[in-house]
């Protein structure tokens, strides 16, 4: 890891002892007011004081350290939460413009299959030339990439090509400059900010996201109601110019260790690496539990018509309800950084997971229950994906990070995939309900065996990482 990292005086080593300090003298206070006579109930450190809410405040907020420290990592957290708005407006564009010109939801579906080849295909590709080449010009070149895409979407929309194997091609072409960029950009983190404030990043980038899969949509939706798509696909090119802007002020990014050439043997030697790291590979065995097991995702229109009213309103909060719960989590996320045993947090928080999925699955007619149920996972799930983000940044060698990044979107785009296939089919041999209720125990019991299989998983400690 680079040793170059920005300082912060909010978050050297003296913070915890300064912290301490106040709270000592805090307490001294009131003993000293009532020896001097003052009034009982007027010192200033009471429960109830501005100060000490203040203070709470704070310290569950998400924690905003990274940005004040780092002007490259601000740059870059702005870029990225623009562009998320920006490519969910579009996915939103496309999947209209489709629909429009077919009149077929299975040609809708399609799109989601477009760009989820090229990400399987490309994803362990692009992480294996993050880790030979300069990840600042990766990172450059698949956000010109993804804005030339956007701009050829706008030029069709405004010249009503009505083509629909051209957008086909477009979304693929999206998803190839996303895979490739990607994980240079996750891989940079660590250069850019000290191992202490990445679980604080990682949160931030949560937020990030998830800000464009709320918002997105719904200014998409707007847009395209009142201008047409073509708005959309504009705004999109537009907004690239911030993740532009920031990568072009970035210093070079040539991994610490160059990995060789950039080929199918590179990618093997990611895998292979992964294979010999059981806390990195726990992991990710984890999440794929998770994703898996515990994702009825595919099962939201069926439990919509059966149990909760059959409006296409409700399959809307279905969907939207673990986002929600995702970025409240990722906003309250100040005590992160507290946390220093990973591994055991990762556990938890799937196990959370999983038992809010099962519970959800036992709300049929309770509607805000469920949706309150599914904001728990999501806010569980952010939970789990910050600190396995935390700990592949921070344990993993700088050569190895960008074929980890890879595989780690490949398991991000892939394993949801295979959760809805998973719980349609055991919904279609037994009922939604038995579906949803059984993944989620599925997945609870999957991690007791990886806490019972991996106990080092359980003693990882990020003061002293290791793979």
């Not at 000490?52 to 350290?65: K, N, P, Q």
């Not at 200014?219 to 959309?232: D, E, H, M, S």
């Not at 986002?323 to 309250?332: E, K, Q, S």
């Not at 947090?345 to 699955?361: D, E, P």
Request: proline share 6%; net charge positive; aromatic share 6%.
């Amino acid at each position: 890891m680079s040793t170059n990292h920005p300082t912060s005086s909010a978050s050297g080593p003296d913070a915890p002892d300064s912290a301490a300090a106040a709270d000592a003298a805090a307490v001294v206070a009131p003993a000293a007011g009532a020896a001097a006579g003052a009034a009982p109930g007027a010192a200033a450190d009471s429960p109830q004081s501005p100060t000490r809410i203040r203070r709470l405040l704070r310290g569950a907020v998400a924690d905003l350290t990274p940005l004040r420290a780092s002007a490259d990592y601000r740059r870059i957290w702005f870029g990225q939460a623009v562009s998320s708005i920006g490519q969910q407006m579009t996915a939103v564009a496309v999947s209209v413009q489709v629909y429009a010109l077919t009149g077929s939801t299975l040609a809708t579906g399609a799109v989601g299959l477009c760009s989820l080849l090229p990400l399987l295909a490309f994803g362990l590709y692009g992480g294996a030339i993050a880790d030979t080449v300069d990840r600042r010009k990766l990172g450059l070149t698949g956000a010109a990439g993804l804005a030339v895409v956007s701009a050829l979407l706008a030029t069709q929309a405004l010249l009503d090509l009505r083509q629909v194997a051209l957008l086909y091609l477009a979304v693929a072409l999206q998803g190839g400059f996303y895979a490739i960029s990607s994980p240079a950009r996750s891989s940079m983190i660590p250069r850019l900010l000290p191992a202490e404030q990445l679980p604080a990043a990682n949160a931030l980038n949560t937020i990030s996201m998830n800000l464009g899969m709320t918002m997105g949509p719904m200014l998409g939706g707007l847009l395209i109601g009142t201008y047409g798509g073509q708005a959309a696909y504009l705004v999109d090119t537009v907004a690239f110019t911030a993740t532009l802007y920031a990568m072009w002020r970035l210093p070079a990014m040539r991994p610490e260790r160059a990995g060789g050439a950039a080929g199918r043997a590179s990618v093997l030697d990611g895998l292979r690496f992964l294979r010999a790291q059981p806390n990195l590979r726990t992991s990710f065995l984890a999440d794929l539990a998770a994703m898996i097991f515990g994702l009825p995702r595919s099962l939201f229109p069926a439990l919509a018509a059966a149990y909760y009213g059959g409006h296409a309103g409700t399959v809307g909060l279905l969907v939207a309800a673990p986002a929600v719960g995702a970025l409240t989590g990722a906003l309250f996320s100040g005590w992160i950084s507290r946390v220093q045993r990973h591994g055991v947090a990762v556990l938890a928080a799937v196990t959370a997971w999983g038992l809010s999925i099962a519970a959800f699955g036992l709300t049929a007619g309770h509607l805000w229950l469920g949706l309150a149920l599914l904001a728990v996972a999501g806010c569980a799930d952010t939970v789990s994906m910050i600190f396995r983000n935390t700990m592949m940044q921070v344990a993993a060698p700088d050569e190895m990070r960008g074929r980890l990044q890879g595989v780690f979107m490949v398991v991000v785009v892939g394993g949801p995939r295979l959760g809805d296939f998973e719980s349609g089919t055991v919904a279609t041999l037994t009922t939604p309900t038995v579906s949803v209720i059984s993944g989620g125990l599925a997945c609870v019991a999957v991690i007791a065996l990886l806490a019972a299989r991996r106990p080092a998983f359980l003693r990882y400690d990020a003061r002293h990482p290791t793979p």
